[in-house]
């Protein structure tokens, strides 16, 4: 619709300078002086649309130059998907909280929830490792024992990650499937194998922390 309306006002502009100019010259073949003014003022006018045109051609040109050295993105997907035969609720509450991290063989010492606010920032997750490092997330989207979509916010770079839980009831209990999301600049390639890897790790880890809940349930 804008690029028609341009045109329609360009052919509008076009109409009146050749009106003009054909007034001009009529005007010159009669001897009268005013020709003269109204062919200079097509000429102006002319001048001023050639001048218009190179102005914004070459901030076209600037724009699509900076567009083009402007770093582009790639995405790498790792998915890992494990069955259990326990309930979604309690694989849930494994998986979900961040205190959920601390467990026997983790490698985080202290985690904690900030909730979200209110037309702001959704509910962070920070985590404590043993060996002094810190690490905070968001969780961006969450159906309670279905779905939670996550993304890493600290320690800042150049890599983007989100990850996706994705949680299924079965005849014998529930389906877990982990999607790691990497997005890099296209000067660095993600470890596709060592993100396949983490994701097995996770969900063959998760059985025993699995039992163990249970039994702490059932002892309950």
Do not use: H
Not at 41 to 50: R, S, Y
Not at 142 to 159: C, H, K, Y
Request: aromatic fraction near 8%; glycine fraction near 8%; include cysteine.
């Amino acid at each position: 619709m804008k690029n028609t309306v341009i045109t329609y006002f360009a052919i509008l502009a076009l109409c009146g300078l050749v009106t003009l100019s054909v007034q001009g010259a009529s005007l010159l073949q009669k001897g009268d002086p005013r020709g003269m003014m109204v062919l200079a003022l097509v000429v102006g006018g002319l001048l001023l649309t050639f001048l218009y045109g190179a102005i914004i051609g070459r901030k076209a040109k600037a724009l699509t130059a900076r567009a083009a050295k402007a770093p582009g993105f790639r995405t790498t997907t790792a998915t890992s998907t494990a069955e259990y035969q326990f309930s979604p609720a309690l694989v849930w509450s494994v998986i979900r909280p961040a205190e959920a991290a601390i467990a026997d063989g983790s490698d985080v010492a202290y985690a904690f929830t900030v909730p979200p606010i209110p037309d702001g920032p959704g509910e962070r997750q920070c985590f404590f490792g043993r060996n002094g490092s810190v690490s905070m997330l968001e969780v961006l989207e969450e159906v309670p024992e279905r779905l939670a979509v996550t993304q890493a916010l600290f320690p800042p770079g150049d890599v983007s990650t989100k990850t996706v839980y994705r949680l299924e009831p079965t005849g014998m209990g529930c389906r877990l499937t982990l999607e790691t999301i990497v997005e890099t600049p296209d000067f660095m390639i993600a470890n596709e194998a060592e993100m396949q890897r983490f994701g097995d790790s996770y969900l063959s880890s998760l059985e025993s922390l699995l039992e163990k809940r249970s039994l702490e349930d059932a002892r309950q």
